[in-house]
């Protein structure tokens, strides 16, 4: 005779058989910004009421976490629902996530690119395939060590500044590696840009204290800058961006934004070392909005400072936290053609998604 423990059990493990079985198809993933969904009435804007919004939080990339579907959640509960029968249950399984995510890219079918050097990798989010993806592979025989600057090349490849390694390695839009140029010229190359006019790219190598321009194939063309505090001059550059045929160098360890044009003569400066919200002190990310405005990560005081395009400083975005609105040492910015702003807040491990609603 079968006791009632035995056919609970019985019924229970037919019926994990059963939503496993049902999960064998090949499922179908849609991409989230935002996990955590909030409607209209709870969007966070910027600024804040009384004053006309510019900006509304879109949402975050975290990674795996991004990408959903109810066949997946199905398969996931049989499974652990067998696991947990059988005596093998365990709900410690780790998730694909950025870590400390540096800076990144959007190509021309909206897939994000991000650079994550606690992953080593690049990570993809690809919302019209439902994919994400991880690329850790620099050359078919070597992994990335510290990837962080990232720009759309010719053809729609993907180029990568791995400081470390010490060169931008070129990847084709499925993450093979295709080669990498400025071995033995460049010392620690972190930002990256690119003119898609003249085929230029541009790599910002902070410990020689300049940004060198390539062509196209990775012949080095000139150098812009050299250490010092004066017009032209760079010390401990980062992160770049090319738009309106200017190209923005964050100019860290001098607080300000350098601007060239592009024949890379000096242009001016945006911002100037202080401790009052719009002065900088540690400019990291730097980019610019099909508007013409221009935005630059104060790493040091966590905040989004947002300019227009004479240079005059408009509002601030951030402070140091983990709420909608915050950032723990950010990175990187880029922006979209459909006027979103991505920021690396890196040691909150996500991308921050913000809409530019327009106006002056």
């Known amino acids: 005779m079968i006791s009632n423990c035995s056919r609970s059990k019985a019924w229970l493990l037919g019926l994990a058989a059963l939503l496993l079985l049902s999960g064998c198809a090949e499922t179908k993933y849609v991409m989230h910004v935002d996990p955590d969904y909030r409607t209209a009435s709870t969007a966070r804007i910027w600024p804040a009421a009384p004053e006309t919004p510019r900006y509304r939080y879109v949402g975050q990339l975290l990674g795996q976490e991004n990408f959903v579907s109810e066949e997946a959640n199905q398969r996931n509960a049989g499974l652990k629902l067998f696991y947990w029968l059988v005596g093998l249950f365990d709900d410690t399984e780790e998730k694909i996530t950025l870590k400390r995510p540096q800076s990144g890219a959007v190509d021309a079918q909206g897939r994000v690119y991000v650079t994550d050097i606690s992953n080593h990798a690049i990570f993809v989010f690809d919302q019209a395939a439902g994919k994400l993806l991880v690329w850790n592979q620099a050359t078919a025989k070597r992994n990335f060590v510290t990837p962080i600057g990232i720009a759309i090349g010719a053809g729609g490849q993907i180029l990568v500044a791995d400081a470390e390694l010490g060169r931008v390695f070129r990847l084709d839009p ?110 990291k990310g730097v980019t610019v909005d099909g508007a013409g405005n221009i935005y630059v990560v104060e790493s040091f005081y966590d905040h989004l400072l947002v300019f227009n395009s004479q240079g005059n400083f408009l509002l601030p975005i951030g402070g140091t936290g983990k709420e909608v609105g915050q950032f723990y040492l950010p990175a990187g910015v880029w922006s979209d053609p459909q006027g979103r702003i991505y920021v690396a807040d890196m040691f909150n491990g996500r991308i921050v998604i913000f809409q530019f609603l327009g106006g002056a």
Do not use: C, W
């Not at 321009?213 to 760079?234: K, M, P, S, T």
């Not at 045929?245 to 350098?258: E, I």
């Open 174 to 283: 499925e993450g093979k590696p295709l080669g990498d140029f400025g071995h033995e010229v460049l010392k620690r190359p972190t930002g990256l840009a690119r003119d898609p006019v003249r085929g230029r790219i541009y790599v910002s190598d902070t410990h020689a204290h300049d940004v060198k321009v390539f062509n196209d194939a990775g012949v080095l063309l000139e150098v812009i800058g050299n250490r010092g505090e004066g017009d032209g001059e760079l010390n401990f550059p980062t992160h770049l961006s090319f738009a309106g045929d200017k190209l923005y160098v964050a100019d860290s360890m001098n607080a300000r934004v350098q601007i060239f044009d592009a024949q890379g003569k000096a242009a001016g400066t945006l911002g100037q070392r202080g401790l009052y919200i719009g002065n900088l002190t540690r400019p």
